[in-house]
């Protein structure tokens, strides 16, 4: 099974700071990736697939990078309804995710 | 509007079986595989299972597979979780998933039903 492991599980940030996220998955997964965003008590929403491409919908401060096994989210600028847990997905075999990156003030 | 929601959840004892139903609307529910993923109390998400557009492929996680059914009546736009042997580490909030085409990420997700395992 692959394991994806984020980092960090939180992180504390203002509004209107630069935020980075990373995903680092235990084999190569290509570009098989995911990332979602989950406020509290919601079902997750579809971010980026592919790496870097964005949903339809979702504003453009967001943006994923990497390759292989090393992947980042960026959140450019963030605003007050970007404080929520952050997960990545490898779906190069079957579907697994991180364990999650809470945004919190 | 696409949407997905999620019922038959509920307290059931270790052991016992549940039936969770997904009623899906908006979009040509018959073209797509669809997913079950479940979230532990203050915990990540794990997929559980995966059927195809037509009902003819499953997919099972290992923490599932013998115990999960997954089906779909696409008469009724409806996807279901059979899930019996219940055991207390299946307590989560479960959602049912739409793939988007033949991935395995989800575009579209429901809000949950809730599913508890106590006796």
């Known amino acids: 099974d692959i394991q994806m492991t984020q980092s960090p599980s939180t992180l504390s940030a203002s509004v209107g700071d630069r935020v980075t996220i990373t995903c680092r998955a235990s084999?190569?997964?290509?570009?098989?990736l995911a990332w979602y965003q989950q406020r509290p008590g919601k079902a997750p929403k579809l971010l980026i697939f592919?790496?870097?491409s964005l949903e339809p919908g979702v504003p453009s401060r967001f943006s994923g990078s990497g390759s292989g096994t090393d992947f980042t989210l960026t959140i450019s600028s963030l605003q007050p309804d970007d404080f929520a847990t952050y997960y990545c997905?490898?779906?190069?075999?079957?579907?697994?995710f991180g364990q999650g990156t809470k945004v919190e003030i | 509007e696409a949407q997905l929601l999620e019922s038959g959840g509920g307290l059931e004892q270790p052991g016992g079986s549940l039936r969770l139903s997904c009623a899906a609307s908006?979009?040509?529910?018959?073209?797509?595989?669809m997913s079950w993923v479940r979230q532990a109390p203050g915990q990540g998400l794990e997929w559980v299972s995966r059927?195809?557009?037509?009902?003819?492929?499953?997919y099972y996680a290992d923490s599932v597979r013998g115990r999960f059914t997954i089906s779909r009546d696409n008469s009724k736009n409806t996807l279901y979780l059979q899930m019996n042997s219940l055991r207390a580490d299946d307590t989560a909030v479960y959602y049912c998933?739409?793939?988007?085409?033949?991935?395995?990420?989800?575009?579209?997700w429901g809000r949950g039903t809730l599913v508890t395992v106590s006796s």
């Open positions: 998933a739409k793939h988007s085409g033949n991935y395995w990420y989800f575009d579209l």
């Open positions: 592919g790496v870097s």
């Open positions: 059927i195809s557009a037509r009902g003819a492929n499953t």
């Open positions: 084999q190569s997964i290509s570009s098989w």
């Open positions: 908006g979009f040509t529910f018959s073209t797509y595989d």
């Open positions: 997905q490898q779906y190069n075999s079957y579907s697994t």
